[in-house]
């Protein structure tokens, strides 16, 4: 019997962005995944994120059979989800993997906490952005020439991007016109917005005394967010099980397959 395998996505990029990783696993697991978090009015997002975990958690429950643990895999706002779902579950989980998910910890969950109550954190990460970002396309050709003239997407697997303009932007059927279909986005941007807003900045004490399952960390090797937060604190709960990626943040895009490999290799360790 296969083991289970819970995948959360990262902030504004749907689960089903990341159908290449899941190919390459689903030999050795089964994939289970919610598809937009932040989007069911009964779990809202609020600060760190407890109602975000719960939607992970009612999904866990709903999908493993009876007394079986799962594994945890996340990338950048899923890591974060998948370790204080364990933290919250232990019993539930066999180990978590996170994916460019630094633990913020010290005096940089401080910062964190002072730049949240100023406004300071908008300009500083991508939610400035996201604001006022796009949301309509008038098709599929459109939003790909959009997307892939951007320098951060140029860079991605032509596989993810295609299903991340499939997924993230599908067919706006209540538009429909004769010209053909329009595309909309599917992550409110306001959902979206609200995440980096909200970013955890107690996680790091809660794990300062060690995390009740093994953990391994995959970052990536020009990864801005790693830089930014450091690896102290990830380093204390993972030990050993880091491995380096070449790429960015958005690693998982620019070279899926080798992050399937890395996360098997990380989940066999975590095995022993």
């Known amino acids: 019997m296969k083991d289970i395998l819970h995948f959360s996505h990262a902030n504004g990029f749907p689960a089903s962005t990341y159908r290449t990783i899941f190919a390459e696993l689903s030999d050795d697991y089964v994939i289970r995944a919610v598809e937009r978090f ?5 779990l809202p997002v609020t600060r760190d994120w407890p109602h975000l975990v719960d939607e992970l958690l009612e999904d866990i429950e709903a999908t493993r059979p009876h007394d079986v643990k799962v594994w945890l895999v996340g990338h950048s706002l899923g890591g974060y989800l998948s370790l204080m779902a364990a933290l919250k579950r232990p019993h539930w989980v066999k180990g978590v993997v996170m994916l460019d998910s630094p633990v913020i910890a010290g005096w ?6 002072i730049s949240q109550w100023t ?3 908008t300009r500083l990460s991508p939610a400035a952005a996201t604001k006022n970002r796009r949301v309509q396309w008038s098709s599929r050709e459109e939003a790909w020439r959009h997307f892939h003239a951007k320098r951060a997407f140029a860079r991605w697997d032509e596989r993810m991007l295609s299903d991340y303009i499939d997924f993230a932007i599908p067919a706006d059927h209540e538009n429909l016109g004769a010209s053909g279909s329009p595309r909309r986005l599917a992550f409110d941007r306001e959902v979206e917005f609200r995440i980096y807003k909200t970013l955890p900045r107690t996680l790091g004490a809660r794990v300062a005394h060690g995390v009740p399952v093994p953990v391994g960390f995959i970052a990536g090797t020009h990864s801005r967010e790693v830089r930014q937060v450091g690896l102290d604190m990830t380093r204390r709960i993972v030990g050993g099980h880091l491995e380096w990626m070449e790429g960015s ?9 080798e992050t399937a490999r890395a996360v098997q290799r990380v989940l066999n360790r975590l095995r022993t």
């Not at 958005?250 to 397959?257: A, I, K, Q, S």
């Open 38 to 42: 932040g989007h069911n009015p009964r």
């Open 108 to 113: 940089r969950s401080h910062l964190l906490r």
């Open 119 to 121: 406004g300071l954190d």
């Open 249 to 257: 943040h958005l690693f998982p895009m620019e070279h899926p397959v």
